[in-house]
């Protein structure tokens, strides 16, 4: 992709309209059939405005690899989507703008993601999860209905806060869970519509800011217990309690929350989301379900899964990988070009917005077998190897990748393992749900179903 000077630069084509709204609209109650329609229609870069801001549309991987890892020091996240993000997750690891915070708080943060600290929590996972099983044994005894998407989200918090900072918030996961889902909700519509500002006072802002407190209540509670004991359990939360800048001084309480916000959320809501699209997508397609469970029976033979197990269950890890190719856990992502530049022939202009999402990518043609259809097996060895590494995402990718994306996807092939090995899931009758992209993608009404034992 060489440069280009404006002058002999393609303009990206989009849709005009009369109407300041129009496309606004169309995105904030459409957005993923708004940007399907866009890519038929325009191809793999096209440009629309939203509410105040315009926007650049890519859905290519390399147009995306372009921006993430090529050239990704001519952008960073000084973009809506992260602007507005803040009053939720502060200056996290996930929002902050780029350059020497951000990398920073990347070095910083590291080390409780490293491979031999995550094999160690292997156990901590499969033993929260077979807790939870302890309660499904009464729903399958009773053939009782219950919404797996729930226990998915309560489950994966409760793996992320013990792993990460050693305390179980058990007693808190519904309302914390309840609090994001609420702030999550105002942010999408405020970024279609920023007005009111959230300084003025009103229902909805005060709903807004009611649920960051019960949020907030959660995170400054952690702090404030670890404070009083004065201990380094070596977790992620001793790290940095104990971290200082160069001036010596450590971090301070918001500082603090803003890091633990960010990764209760990141941690927590990407996990539940994937495995609640997972448990869907398998009562909708038996076979794959029936090859999952011959992979569980002959690799763990009735045992728990431990990390150890995890590079023979080579299914497990096609089957998830799979839903978040159909379902990615983050559904849109944001750079901002902070000079000019040129993608494919096209001029970028500096500050430029530019958006893609995963759900359009993980969907072009050009690069997968079967698109649309639940199909693991775009994750074996031979079809992967045939694929641009940019045509998948799920964690993001370049410098920026996400920092907790082995962590991730350990814990959920142990989740997977543990749970599938004993039950067959079912979907209830009569259960209809839609797509909610909200800061993640998640099943509205979540996913009704029922269990037996194998």
């Known amino acids: 992709m060489t440069m280009m000077t404006p002058l002999r630069c393609k303009t990206v084509p989009g849709p005009r309209s009369f109407n300041p709204l129009k496309h606004t609209l169309a995105f904030q109650h459409r957005p993923l059939q708004f940007l399907a329609e866009l890519q038929k229609q325009y191809g793999d870069i096209a440009q629309f405005r939203l509410a105040i801001w315009p926007m650049v549309f890519i859905s290519h991987p390399d147009y995306i690899k372009h921006v993430l890892q090529d050239n990704h020091r001519n952008y960073d996240k000084d973009v809506p989507m992260f602007q ?26 590291q080390p409780a993601f490293h491979r031999q600290r995550i094999a160690a929590l292997g156990t901590l996972m499969t033993d929260a999860t077979k807790a939870m099983l302890q309660q499904w044994d009464t729903y399958a005894r009773e053939r009782q209905v219950f919404d797996v998407a729930e226990e998915m989200a309560n489950l994966t918090l409760r793996t992320v806060s013990r792993s990460l900072f050693s305390v179980d918030v058990s007693a808190k996961t519904n309302s914390f869970c309840q609090a994001f889902l609420q702030a999550s909700a105002f942010l999408v519509d405020y970024f279609c519509m920023p007005f009111p500002p959230l300084f003025i006072s009103t229902p909805r802002n005060r709903r807004f800011w009611s649920a960051i407190q019960t949020m907030n209540a959660v995170a400054y509670e952690i702090i404030r217990n670890r404070r009083q004991q004065q201990e380094d359990v070596g977790d992620l939360l001793s790290i940095l309690l104990n971290a200082v800048d160069e001036n010596g001084q450590g971090m301070d309480d918001k500082q603090l929350r803003d890091e633990i916000v960010t990764l209760l959320v990141a941690g927590h809501e990407t996990s539940a989301n994937a495995l609640a699209w997972t448990w ?64 494919d022939g096209y001029h970028i202009p500096a500050n430029s917005s530019i958006l893609w999402s995963p759900y359009i990518s993980h969907r072009h043609s050009d690069f997968w077998e079967k698109p649309e259809q639940f199909y693991p097996d775009h994750f074996s060895e031979e079809l992967s190897a045939k694929r641009s590494r940019h045509a998948y995402m799920a964690f993001s990718s370049g410098p920026r990748i996400c920092i907790g994306n082995t962590f991730a996807m350990t814990g959920m092939q142990l989740i997977l393992a543990t749970i599938a090995q004993q039950y067959r899931v079912s979907l209830a009758p009569g259960h209809h749900f839609e797509l909610e992209p909200l800061l993640g993608l998640r099943p509205k009404n979540g996913v009704l179903v029922s269990i037996e034992h194998r």
Not at 87 to 106: E, H, I, M, S
């Open 280 to 343: 869907y997508l398998l009562t909708q397609h038996p076979e794959a379900e029936e090859r999952l469970h011959a992979e569980l029976d002959q690799i763990l033979a009735g045992c728990i899964p431990t990390v150890e197990d995890l590079p023979q269950l080579d299914y497990t890890r096609m089957v998830l990988e799979e839903a978040m190719r159909l379902y990615p856990p983050v559904w849109q992502l944001m750079r901002r070009a902070i000079q000019d530049d040129e993608i």
């Open 84 to 109: 507005l993000a803040r009053p939720l997750v502060g200056d996290g690891l996930a929002t902050v703008v780029g350059g020497n915070d951000w990398l920073r708080q990347r070095r910083l943060v």
